[in-house]
């Protein structure tokens, strides 16, 4: 159920509508906007009489919800969500969302020091605006390299003071939400935990952004209804992260499914990225399928870059050079132009 | 195994190769090109020794061919093929591979004589080079349409004189090919017939294009040796089109592989293209997939177009109306422009 | 729509209805049973009006079909169809559906005349009651062994005289389906050309049983629809065939979906049988997979025997050698007595 | 590297060869059997030098491990492993794996007391051997019914004080390991964390076995690794669950592996299980697909019994009442006895 009031509706009568939802025994949630102000309703089981709603001062009309992912639908939240950050040292914000195509790059792992330096100034100097590096890894084996854990936090944590690149890097556990957020810019949330509601519900209650990605084997339901989880506990800030699903197809690491991006982008007002280094596991498939995920209308990309991929820990093949990402830079500016998206 | 030649080996010389490859009880294929002149072998099981060859005159090297889809791969003719066809109204002959971006426009099922030809003149006028239509339609139910068979050959006929593009339709049985042969300038191959090897040698042995559509279930290794049914018989002219896997997830049709496209370019000299509508089954994902089929270095696309989608007997849900292929069209061309791909 | 009579209804008064289905455009299916008559009515587009009916003598009631596969639904036909076969040199007949576990049994491929003689011999000393063997392989290269063709149908011809075994074997295209059909008694569909729709129609004309296998990416639903299309063609003895599907997994072949086989009983009237050699690719497989078939609840498997598998031309790692198919048997006799399953 | 020792080699022998493993800088894990006693090597990268262990006393001989599931697999381990676990209340141990059938029974989810209880003695009454049920539930849903977590531990901790049956529930987090491993005798790892690796972590250093489930979307060798999380941390009593994996197929909730079942035991000591309710989600599918997963070699199965399935919170469709459980147990009992397998 969602309350629509008049736009110009004052503070006092919005909270007049969520207090009646509470009376109620429901979870009221503001949904403020330009066009309209909402407050959504959770924790109801079966409809809710919208004659409860219909007196109170400035109310327009209460219409129900179709989908089950209720406040990420675009329904409850028709504008997409922008998510902007300026970190200290940084002259502008990073923005992601709302009609720009922001790219995040960085080593898949955080190793040297200089490698991760490295990498940062060049996804800086080629106009990146995330940078991401991986410092808790999830690996297959228990025997491969399991990341540097905090000592890549803090190595993140220098790279972004030298940049002023906002820092993505992941979280597996709800034991390390703490200590990753602490470093963090925005949390991400690996494929293997998709549905790992813990962890969802942990970082829903942390106030920095969420990368979500899709699990290998998520529907599209199932990954928009994992996002749900973050946002039902109060974090409207996360971001869709398509990664490639698992299929017959053995010549590619997993099957990168693009048709999801302009399906989801209808589904739900939440910024959609693309991860084509995970997805295909070769760095000469990452660039075609970078331009493929802009031209398929994504928010953004998320791509492997490492100095010197072939004596990476973790995931070198797919890494691009920081020269290939450079020019991978250039072509997604040119087509950008043309496609009529913002790319500072 | 390959035999190169010097690119000035006289056609005597190349003769007396393939001369010499029948003798040993193999079958010799000439592969000729700019740079190189070279002779394929096949029907040889385990290794053939060089020292049969190294003596011929013009004989550069034998090499062996180490992909199973020997004739079909970039290791034995390492040029793109280029499909050009000019039919009799025409001004210009249409173009596939090599270089430009081609699409194949027109309705999913040929059904009246109007919906055909303004289809046609639809696809014409937006500046598509080749026109497509299912006269023989596979279908899942046996109660479903059929098709108009002969009928609607005809129909194509009629609306290739009128606007000069070159037509692509479906055969679905060996029983048919002379007759579609008869009619069509490229025969169709569909998903569900992609390893139905009696039809794929059958088609081999028609001297018209073949457009093959990668099986629903085929990994991309059994698409590639579907095309080498088609090729060893001696047709070289093979166009593969990926339309999507099967897999998990229902809220699109398929599953567009678009990370095949350059995967495949790799390892064959064949052109590709890609069908968003049959992939996605809706038009409205059909647009941002054509542009990132474009982006990711497809030689075409296939699109469906129909004047009435509401009124098709067939996929009307993913057909383009013809003013939505005029606008996609548009935008095809100030891509292809930034990425420097021709469009005529 | 299904038009019920009385089991006393007279020959007159079901050609009556009949001819009235006819009257109407459409295409009457006589079912005739134990306990009750019915008329089945394909070719209509949307209901058809009871009332035509209700007078005429005998008739019970019309109640419409639900599922999309009308003839081979159990709601048209609720007792199992009975597939039984008797050899001119046979003692009895083979039998297949109805409350029996039947096993088909040889090798993968007709090679020699030695192998398919002692093949046969040895699986109707174990008790098998049909005799297999591909004459016409399908190969995804075209490189590979493509069958000893007219020649292997002979000898399977001679395999069947001697042991009164009843020969399933593969048609491949309808250039085939007369030459095999004099050869077999029944004509197997293979995974490949299971929404080959020219073939299913073909061989929907042919008077001899169709063992039609289920695609290795078609739904269940797809299944009962390629069966459809056999069934509406006048020819009701069609045997499904569970052979694996494609998935993710790469260490066995296919996926055995053995949870198909319960589902597929519950929607049609057709006998299910399972292969668990073409399923798992692994003869150490095949054994738990078969025994699994019976214990699900199949009307019978179809198992590879070869007796030098290391020597075969074609799939020998899943065959069965003599021994191990007989030491099978007894193991399927024994569960099938404690499961109160016949089993010759 | 797994260095063999003389059966007759004593504590300090054994010890001695652990100590050098240890001054090596890698990792020891004894490995003590009836046939021979083995000392496993873990934390090197690349090859150990035999010469290291071949002149202390009773070393037989150092043979390397091929597979990357080292501890895991039955090369390391030729003997099954077993799982015993006898509760105060008990009169006799639950067995699990080494040739016994074992039937885990429970509710998919713990409700009210009287449904736990009444489920609990069912369970008992058939021959069951343990009791299976959710506190903890994971959802895809954050509207769904998540669990009655603490309190649901306390009833079935109450269930076994009544019944003697071991009781087998799920932990979802890293932050619940302990007040779970308080209440259960066996904890259970679901398929949405399966590559859960902190999770995985965390339960390899508590003394009571595991369940691990199969990733819906983990492949065979994927799931032996996660095994090898557990195994690798100390705990070496993992019971692999195969429980359906994601497929095309709609009409099943997964598609149940069972080929998978002679392939884990082949590569593996665990005992391995299969859960035909959560594989199939309907209740008419369970009792073919348990009696399947016997024939197949399974060293047992889970399965949701519930008294009013109509009115389970969670998964109702899928659970059997309490008469069709005894049935089921009846069926099962008597199978064992043909196929040679001990089941209390």
Not at 165 to 192: F, K, M, S, W
Not at 219 to 241: D, P
Request: glycine letters at 8%.
């Amino acid at each position: 159920m969602l309350i629509l009031m008049h736009p110009t509706a004052s503070t006092e009568e919005v909270d007049a509508v969520a207090e009646k939802v509470r009376t109620l025994g429901y979870v009221p949630h503001k949904m403020p906007g330009a066009q309209r102000i909402a407050v959504a309703i959770t924790g109801n089981h079966g409809p809710v009489d919208p004659a409860h709603f219909s007196h109170l001062p400035d109310v327009v009309e209460a219409v129900s919800i179709t989908k089950p992912w209720k406040l990420a639908s675009r329904e409850t939240h028709p504008h997409d969500t922008v998510i902007s950050i300026k970190t200290p040292t940084a002259t502008v914000a990073s923005i992601l969302g709302g009609g720009t195509f922001a790219v995040i790059g960085g080593p898949c792992a955080v190793e040297t020091r200089e490698y991760t330096l490295t990498a940062a100034r060049a996804v800086k100097a080629a106009g990146g605006q995330f940078l991401r590096g991986g410092a808790y890894k999830p690996r297959t084996s228990p025997y491969a390299f399991q990341g540097t854990k905090v000592d890549g936090l803090k190595l993140l944590a220098e790279a972004r003071a030298e940049t002023g690149l906002p820092v993505v890097t992941e979280v597996l556990d709800t034991a390390h939400v703490e200590i990753v957020a602490e470093y963090a810019d925005i949390l991400q949330i690996g494929t293997r935990n998709a549905q790992n509601f813990a962890l969802l519900e942990a970082v829903s209650q942390v106030r920095k952004p969420v990368l979500l990605k899709r699990g290998m084997s998520s529907t599209i339901q199932e990954f928009l209804m994992a996002a749900e989880y973050i946002v039902k506990g109060g974090n409207y800030q996360v971001i869709m992260c398509e990664r490639g699903i698992r299929t017959f197809e053995p010549m590619t690491r997993n099957t990168l499914d693009l048709g999801s991006i302009p399906l989801i982008k209808r589904l739900t007002h939440l910024p959609v990225v693309v991860d084509p280094s995970h997805a295909t596991g070769d760095s000469l498939l990452v660039r075609p399928m970078a331009r493929a995920a802009l031209a398929a209308g994504a928010d953004g990309i998320m791509v492997d870059v490492h100095p010197e991929p072939e004596k990476a820990l973790c995931d070198g093949p797919q890494s691009l050079r920081p020269h290939e990402f450079a020019e991978l830079m250039d072509q997604l500016r040119a087509m950008a132009e043309v496609l009529k998206v913002q790319m500072p």
